[in-house]
């Protein structure tokens, strides 16, 4: 089978996945594999219609996504919550479906109170923001964002990161579970795919929000987190042969403001051996977590994606990002892009971290499985630092299986061979994945919708 004959199957797929409200696209199902049970795979998630609105919006289809942004709006709590069993002000759903009511249709959002685990999605107002953003670009429809409603959404979201608490970083706190790993796998505080979503979201909020009276206490809290963020990431985050060095002899038990130990970080809490042979000289990433003598040295490729895509890494630290995916390609990307995070959590590590999580067992779904979904933001990643030859090489690994196999949610195994055990099928952000990553390298005009440059 050709390439045009393989997009056109999977935009043919694409099309297949849209849902309808009162006659109106109004998003994509999760996915629709007719040999397992729908579960909430048949509602449409924010974080997965990302990559789905993301490409309508590059072929001319921007009434979808149009119709999406309003409706997660309408979604979105905008009153203060007494009941702390309700979702909190400025929250966008974590999903939603289609319901009928006495022959009338409405919209049924998940907040997390559905979800496996009960965690509330904390990336899910971030992607609302730079989805909307992409939408702006793209369309020039300056006036939806412009209205009142959409205007107070922004500002709703922001009053929810950027809100008082207890923590001296400038970095988001969250749940474990929170992100696209929703389930426990060691990632409660300061995760890094949290961070780079929110440093972009803030970035995006700035193109966004008017200068307004209204909007000017924001725009100041914006300015005034962005810069810390990025020195603390870029610092504190960022792990090379010679970071590691400085880490490997910190001293402990330090007190006071100048200290170079921040975190407290043990030497014996650090696999340093193991990362003296994995990390090439020319590599380098920012590490999965931060913390109180925690420092998460598994490479999480969102976060890391997603880093190089809004500018929070600086141009070094991209290209030495990407010269570890392409060092260690049989590692990060083996048989099918790419890996979700790695190394994968085994032995006594899987069963305390994950709590015996037999879906999240070694090298499968989020404890080290490639997602394919992640193909579309190594090919802008790569795109974006004139690196277009990992992305090609990536698609064309993918090409090979992806029909074939039905389009999976995920692949399981050290080398991605095997089709994920509870995998499902005809999963909509693995198509919709696939044919953003062929867009991006056939015209890197389109890559504006997604990165920022320069400096803030």
């Not at 979105?76 to 002000?89: A, E, G, N, V, Y």
């Not at 040295?297 to 290209?319: H, K, P, V, W």
Request: hydrophobic share 40%; glycine share 6%.
């Amino acid at each position: 089978m050709s390439n045009r004959e393989l997009e056109e199957k999977a935009w043919d797929s694409l099309e297949k996945s849209i849902i309808y409200h009162q006659g109106q696209p109004v998003g994509t199902i999760a996915a629709s594999d007719p040999d397992i049970a729908a579960l909430n795979y048949d509602q449409c998630f924010v974080r997965d219609f990302i990559s789905s609105g993301l490409l309508f919006l590059i072929r001319g289809k921007a009434d979808i996504v149009r119709n999406f942004l309003e409706a997660t709006l309408k979604l979105q709590p905008k009153t203060t919550q007494l009941d702390c069993l309700k979702p909190s002000r400025g929250l966008m759903p974590a999903s939603f479906k289609i319901q009928s009511f006495n022959g009338h249709e409405y919209l049924k959002a998940d907040f997390g109170d559905h979800a496996i685990g009960r965690v509330a999605p904390a990336d899910a107002c971030l992607w609302w923001i730079i989805l909307l953003r992409a939408y702006v670009i793209s369309t020039e429809d300056k006036a939806l964002v412009q209205r009142d409603d959409f205007q107070e959404g922004i500002r709703l979201i922001l009053e929810l990161c950027l809100v008082n608490r207890f923590d001296m970083y400038p970095m988001m706190l969250v749940p474990d579970g929170a992100t696209m790993i929703d389930r426990r796998m060691g990632l409660y505080g300061h995760p890094i795919e949290i961070q780079s979503l929110f440093f972009s979201a803030l970035r995006a909020s700035l193109d966004l929000l008017l200068p307004n009276p209204q909007n000017e206490p924001m725009l100041r809290a914006i300015q005034s987190r962005l810069r810390p963020l990025r020195m603390q990431l870029r610092d504190n985050y960022w792990l090379d042969s010679e970071r590691l060095n400085v880490i490997y002899r910190y001293r402990v038990e330090e007190y006071g403001e100048e200290v170079l130990n921040q975190f407290n970080l043990y030497s014996d809490s650090i696999p340093f051996y193991w990362l003296a042979k994995w990390l090439p000289e020319a590599g380098g990433y920012l590490a999965g977590n931060l913390g109180p003598s925690q420092l998460d040295c598994r490479f999480f490729a969102l976060g890391n994606l997603m880093a190089i895509m809004g500018s929070l890494t600086d141009e070094s630290q991209s290209q030495r990002i990407l010269n570890l995916i392409e060092l260690r390609w049989s590692d990060l990307v083996g048989q099918m892009p790419m890996k979700v995070c790695y190394p994968a959590l085994e032995d006594k590590e899987w069963r305390t971290i994950t709590g015996a999580d037999p879906k999240n067992r070694p090298w499968s779904y989020h404890n080290g499985g490639s997602w394919p979904v992640l193909l579309w933001m190594l090919a802008a990643a790569a795109r974006k630092m004139e690196r277009a030859e990992l992305a090609y090489h990536a698609i064309a690994v993918a090409e090979r299986r992806l029909l074939a196999d039905q389009w999976p949610e995920y692949y399981d195994g050290p080398d991605g061979r095997l089709i994920g055990k509870e995998a499902r099928k005809n999963q909509t952000w693995t198509i919709a994945g696939y044919l953003l990553a062929k867009e991006f390298i056939a015209d890197s005009r389109h890559l504006k919708l997604v990165t920022f440059e320069g400096e803030i």
